[in-house]
């Protein structure tokens, strides 16, 4: 294809390109000071809007593209993958109270400094074989690189939490005074006992050895082939999406109740729901061929191609699974 056939500027491709921006300003931002990573850690999630909202656009005007594709995934590894990382690093440094990196650096610190950027080529790898791999149209294989930006911009933001602006915190509490009127007792849920829950992140954000864990698995779960459900909607019916509108509905509660502290959560929620949907469906095809026996039974008193038909019907159903 010659260059003066490639529509550069269409509107998904636009909108690729402000995820881009955006991702980039996040990288500069969090490079310039560690008490700019919560702004880093917004325009991250900027970033993710319009990582989506380039898709959405692409298929509402059907503006498919080589091109807009290649170019997704570059604006990905900048926004999913440098951006995080900046952050990661200065977070890093912060709890090793590294004030200035230098080669006279002590070798342990050098190596927990070096280790933020696994992320950057898990997240290159990840949309290396996303691009290759057909098989990852309705569904994705491993954590998506957006999934694992977010988790990572939501440390700093946490890291800054007030309990009291929680309305979660406040329920409990009540629930809490309620216990104690009704029936003179003091409940574990006391608001003493809440404020020391949530201000563990305060402590463990302040310790190296709390990031290569999570380094190490996020980077795993990039690449692993392990089935993520989609959220992508082709129809907006309740049968064929009631996974999707559960998780939805469950992620904005969380997120009103717990606010930053819920990202973490859904995402891990997320990975939990699909691994347990897997199991689900596996659990189902090993029942396959029992029920296309039950099933041919039925059928043996009607028509005779009827048999293989449901046993195709059915092989269709759990092909996912098989």
């Excluded at 926004?79 to 952050?87: D, E, K, L, M, Y």
């Excluded at 290759?132 to 933001?157: E, N, Y």
């Excluded at 698995?217 to 690449?223: A, F, H, Q, T």
């Amino acid at each position: 294809m010659s260059d003066t056939q490639i529509k550069y500027f269409t509107i998904p491709n636009l909108i690729t390109l402000l995820n881009l921006f955006s991702g980039s300003l996040a990288i500069f931002i969090a490079f310039e000071s560690p008490d700019n990573l919560i702004v880093s850690a917004y325009l991250i999630g900027i970033s993710a809007i319009l990582d989506f909202l380039d898709g959405f656009t692409a298929r509402l005007l059907g503006a498919y593209s080589e091109i807009g594709k290649q170019l997704d995934s570059l604006a990905d590894l900048v926004s999913f993958g440098v951006a995080p990382t900046a952050i990661l690093f200065q977070m890093m440094q912060e709890a090793l109270k590294v004030k200035n990196v230098s080669p006279n650096l002590p070798l342990s610190d050098t190596l927990f400094l070096a280790s933020v950027a696994i992320i950057v080529m898990f997240s290159a790898l990840r949309l290396a074989k996303f691009n290759i791999d057909t098989t990852q149209t309705t569904s994705f294989k491993g954590l998506a690189t957006p999934a694992v930006a977010m988790f990572i911009a939501s440390l700093p933001i946490i890291s800054e939490l007030d309990p009291s602006e929680l309305i979660f915190y406040y329920a409990l509490d009540g629930i809490d005074d309620f216990m104690k009127a009704a029936f003179e007792i003091r409940t574990s849920l006391s608001f003493g006992f809440m404020l020391r829950f949530l201000g563990i992140p305060l402590i463990i954000f302040k310790n190296e050895y709390f990031f290569l864990p999570i380094i190490l698995i996020l980077s795993y779960l990039m690449i692993c082939d392990l089935p993520m459900f989609s959220l992508k909607f082709k129809e907006y019916s309740w049968r064929n999406n009631k996974t999707k509108y559960i998780f939805l509905g469950t992620s904005l509660i969380f997120i009103i109740l717990l606010q930053s502290l819920a990202i973490p959560l859904i995402i891990i929620a997320y990975i939990i729901t699909s691994l347990i949907t897997l199991l689900a469906g596996k659990a189902k095809a090993a029942n396959l061929p029992i029920e296309i026996e039950e099933q041919n039974i039925k059928a043996r008193n009607g028509n005779s191609n009827n048999i293989l038909i449901i046993e195709k019907d059915l092989k269709t159903e759990f092909k996912l699974f098989e």
